[in-house]
């Protein structure tokens, strides 16, 4: 026993060094688990902050496309493009933070709009970050139109016409003209005279703008109504009528019943004939050009040519619900800078023009007519 005894007294102490160091060892691990864990929990709420940050540059970055969405939607009527460009600096509250929005047209398909939204988080030092969103938009605008000649129906293109760009039929299409584009029509095509671009029958349908007038006529300009004014004279000549007035500030004019149009007139704005407008010009020149967003002319009976060593000059769109035909035209030119429009039964090019040479240019910025056709 007393051997057994001496041996337990000398183990003793080495035991209790042991379990010394070990809860040591237990307490420095406690320790650098919690630090560990302090470290990470700063971590997290950095990373925290920096995800609200970036959730709030984001947010910011969404409310300029949202923007863009209403106003392609709803484009301001004041803007030369026809649509919002966009804008810079612009802020939801008084934080500071802001975004710049900026928007382009594509030049191949003028129906899409690229949108670059960029969110400014401001805080009290300065700018903490800014985040940026693109997105593409397509907008199909109802009175804009997407040929430079079309037709509602079966459409034929005598030799006198020369087109600058691309035509349409909903129907079936015979040229002997010149098409310097492409030609579709959603029946054949006939070609006896020139067309440089692709040609396609059978091709899908495509919406034409239906131009209906109201009666009266009005329109709204910057968010108020106007009403065209009534052209009294059975003919103009020597008229110059390039400030509007001050009640018709896009210049619309219209004449019920007949229209002669002679020589030395220069308007600025559309003119609307109810009545058969007789196109009566020797040995000089008149011009009509549309307002943005507004046609040029609209006639809705028959245009005759009468020209005689003359130039006519349409600078717009050029709408037409009856025929376009000469009678005692020599060695004329009527020249139309936008699209040629034929719309209702019977409306088109007389099957020949003599003496006049029709040339119908592109024009992109001619094309669309909402300011007057919403």
């Not at 401001?122 to 907008?139: H, N």
């Amino acid at each position: 026993m007393a051997i057994g005894s001496g041996a337990d007294s000398k183990t003793q102490p080495k035991a209790r060094g042991v379990a010394l160091v070990l809860v040591m060892l237990s307490v420095v691990a406690a320790l650098a688990m919690a630090a560990a864990l302090l470290s990470l929990a700063g971590v997290k709420l950095l990373a925290s902050r920096d995800l609200i940050d970036y959730a709030k540059a984001e947010y910011l970055a969404e409310s300029g496309l949202s923007e863009t969405a209403y106003f392609l939607a709803n484009p301001p009527p004041d803007q030369p493009d026809g649509y919002w460009p966009g804008a810079t600096n612009r802020q939801l509250d008084a934080s500071g933070s802001y975004y710049d929005v900026s928007v382009t047209q594509d030049t191949d398909d003028t129906s899409l709009y690229h949108a670059l939204s960029t969110g400014h988080l401001v805080g009290p030092a300065g700018e903490i970050l800014a985040f940026s969103l693109q997105r593409t938009f397509r907008i199909a605008r109802a009175s804009v139109f997407s040929h430079d000649l079309m037709a509602d129906h079966d459409l034929d293109i005598p030799s006198q016409v020369s087109i600058t760009g691309n035509a349409y039929a909903a129907g079936d299409l015979t040229n002997q003209g010149t098409i310097n584009g492409d030609a579709e029509a959603t029946g054949s095509i006939t070609n006896g005279g020139t067309i440089t671009g692709q040609i396609t029958p059978n091709a899908p349908a495509i919406d034409i703008p239906a131009c209906e007038l109201n009666d009266p006529v009005t329109y709204t300009y910057q968010g108020t109504e106007y009403q065209a004014t009534v052209i009294h004279k059975k003919a103009l000549e020597n008229v110059n009528w390039t400030v509007p007035p001050a009640d018709n500030p896009m210049g619309v004019y219209i004449r019920y019943g007949d229209l002669e149009f002679s020589k030395g007139n220069d308007i600025v704005g559309t003119v609307i004939v109810t009545g058969t407008l007789a196109i009566n010009i020797t040995n000089g020149q008149s011009t009509i050009t549309g307002s943005p967003g507004f046609p040029a002319l609209i006639a809705q009976d028959n245009v005759i040519l009468r020209l005689d060593g003359s130039t006519m000059t349409v600078n717009g769109a050029f709408i037409a619900r009856k025929a376009v035909q000469t009678k005692s035209a020599q060695t004329s030119t009527m020249v139309t800078n936008g699209p040629v429009i034929f719309l209702d039964s019977g409306s088109g090019f007389a099957a020949s023009l003599p003496g006049v040479s029709f040339i119908i240019n592109h024009d992109e910025s001619r094309m669309d007519v909402s300011g007057l056709f919403p």
